[in-house]
């Protein structure tokens, strides 16, 4: 199998680009025009190549990309107009972006430009900016000429940087970028348009129906006091943050207040569009996300967009503004989403696999032993809770007990836990969630020092040493290089340093993005635990995804579930195989206990 590198060039105007549209709307435009394509087999001197778009797909089939390996900066566009528009799909698919992500996260920065100058690779040229607005016909040879040694330099840089990034990648990881790609490169599921012109009637109907009464009065809605009030009779907990300028308590109702822009997803659409009115947007999320939809369905199947190793625990995430993370349980634009003709959908949830790999992370043997036995960790962290025999306990207690264990596992306090408790209409008094916080940390002694010694982690990454923790010494740390996973990627904390924080004390930051900004992100040995925790998971999945994709197509991922789809005359044998891929153990993790819950049917929101 060859190692093919290559990179389009396409027409784009001040009004149609990537930068206006989303890929999926730029590539399946009646605007869409490849100017020319250049290519480098294996190690040999890269090529650049301009026709028509019958001469160009001729160029790019005498490549026989179906038998070799496409390598790509940003593969889900080069790859899409390969798909969608030349009908070729290669053999396998490398993005050099996913691999930066993995490898650099926010220290380098994913841009073909940066990674070029971090690996000595070479300088991104810039005779893109001179092609704005000019389609094929409008280049004059000289011009064309120059375009394509800017292409033939990006191919140069493209297959130089993956050379040098390829270095220890793991096998693994590779897979999972090119199954990652072809959601959306190489789409089946259809989307009912009936069903969701009806959806978005219904949303505008019912946005205008409370935006007639908002209009009444527009003082209750931009007061504070006032919207916190209307907050709560839709049953939401109005957020709330510390004043930077007084210190005490004030409503978190500012555009940049995460907790306050959560409200424009709710799950119901009422709080949106009060959310979106507060905040002069004239249409909610859903409805703009009904709109796309929509689009999508009059030129298409659904592409499903996800970014590799989005967060820096390796987790995906969701890109070109259709974020299939954060769909409501019940949304219509599940309902929406089909299996082709003749195939049903599968869905494949890992049943509370952060809280199960906590215990065996954290050698928390007799919560092991009770997930391993399939009874009820619930309902055994409430009969603790209340002193009561697990057989009395209440659906109410149950429901604390579900949330101290999903909640308290990564060393949230009394005070933080008792605020979750009240975002979800649950009031205690100090005194009783301190017992509840108390109990848990009593119950499960091991969880404690599990916090500890990712704290002492923390240190070893300052002090550049090297060290092991968890189970099987699992966990280890190589110093400056972040924490080693068992795929052989790292957790990375960049420029982890010391500061003393509001209270005097010392605590550890780091960098994050957020936009363009640089900030620093508070970690302690709790927020350590769960980022392992959320790696490990992440990489379970990402193997289980792998074995399901060797028998059937895998369309998606959202958090910890795998959809796939399966011809409908096999899905109770293909359920059966997907829930024992579900439960297999990782080599480096065998007494952890795995489960799942499994649906199918015709749509997303009958799995």
Not at 363 to 373: G, R, S, T, Y
Request: charged residues 25%.
């Amino acid at each position: 199998m060859k190692i093919i590198t290559l990179d389009f060039e396409t027409y784009y105007s001040p009004t149609y680009s990537l930068s206006k549209v989303t890929t999926e709307e730029y590539i399946r435009s009646p605007e869409f025009e490849v100017i020319g394509v250049a290519v480098q087999v294996g190690t040999g001197t890269p090529v650049w190549f301009s026709g028509t778009k019958e001469q160009t797909k001729a160029f790019l089939m005498g490549l026989n990309l179906h038998e070799n390996m496409v390598v790509a900066h940003n593969a889900m566009f080069d790859c899409a107009i390969l798909s969608w528009i030349f009908d070729i799909k290669p053999k396998a698919i490398i993005d050099t972006l996913s691999m930066a992500r993995a490898l650099h996260g926010t220290e380098v920065g994913g841009s073909l430009k940066t990674l070029a100058e971090y690996y000595g690779a070479g300088i991104k040229g810039e005779e893109v900016v001179h092609a704005i607005g000019k389609r094929r016909i409008d280049f004059d040879a000289q011009s064309l000429s120059r375009y394509g040694e800017y292409c033939v330099n990006d191919v140069a840089l493209t297959y130089d940087i993956f050379t040098k990034m390829s270095v220890g990648f793991p096998a693994t990881e590779f897979r999972l970028i090119d199954l990652t790609i072809r959601m959306f490169t190489e789409p089946v599921l259809q989307l009912n348009r009936v069903l969701l012109a009806g959806h978005l009637d219904l949303v505008i109907r019912n946005k205008e129906r409370l935006l007639d009464l908002v209009e009444v009065d527009r003082e209750e809605l931009m007061s504070n006091d006032k919207f916190a009030e209307i907050l709560k009779k839709f049953n939401v907990v109005p957020p709330t943050k510390i004043s930077p300028k007084t210190g005490k308590e004030a409503w978190a109702f500012a555009k940049t207040d995460e907790e306050f822009k959560a409200l424009l997803e709710h799950e119901d659409e009422t709080v949106q569009a009060l959310a979106s009115a507060r905040l002069g947007i004239k249409s909610t999320l859903e409805e703009t996300r009904t709109e796309r939809f929509i689009a999508i369905a009059n030129r298409g199947e659904l592409p499903i967009p996800l970014r590799y190793y989005a967060a820096h625990t390796g987790r995906w995430g969701g890109t070109d503004k259709i974020n299939l993370q954060n769909l409501p349980r019940q949304s219509p634009l599940k309902f929406a989403m089909h299996a082709p003709d003749g195939y049903l959908m599968i869905d494949s949830d890992s049943s509370q696999i952060e809280a199960r790999t906590l215990a065996w992370l954290a050698e928390q043997n007799d919560l092991v032993d009770a997930f391993e036995n399939g009874e009820d960790v619930y309902k055994i962290m409430a009969s603790r809770i209340y002193g009561k025999a697990v057989d009395d306990i209440s659906k109410q207690e149950r429901f604390m007990g579900k949330t101290t264990i999903l909640g308290a596992g990564y060393g949230m306090g009394a005070v933080k836990f008792r605020a979750q408790l009240k975002r979800d209409n649950v009031e205690l008094s100090a005194d009783e969630t301190k017992h509840i916080i108390d109990t848990y940390r009593n119950s499960y002694e091991w969880i404690p020092i599990l916090w500890r010694q990712a704290h002492n982690a923390l240190d070893a990454i300052m002090s550049d040493q090297l060290t092991s923790f968890g189970r099987n010494g699992i966990v280890v740390v190589e110093g400056r290089k972040g924490i080693k996973l068992p795929n052989g990627l790292y957790l990375k904390y960049p420029n982890l340093r010391k500061v003393v924080n509001e209270a005097g004390k010392d605590e550890y930051v780091y960098d994050t993005k957020e936009g363009k900004r640089t900030v620093p992100n508070r970690i302690y040995g709790g927020k350590v635990v769960e980022n392992i925790c959320q790696a490990l998971a992440r990489i379970i999945i990402g193997e289980q995804m792998l074995m399901i994709a060797r028998k059937y197509k895998v369309v998606m991922t959202v958090h910890d579930a795998i959809a796939c789809i399966v011809p409908e005359d096999e899905v109770e044998t293909a359920v059966e195989f997907v829930q024992m891929c579900m439960r297999m153990r990782p080599k480096w993790g065998l007494e952890l206990p795995l489960n799942c819950e499994t649906g199918y049917g015709i749509s997303y929101g009958d799995c």
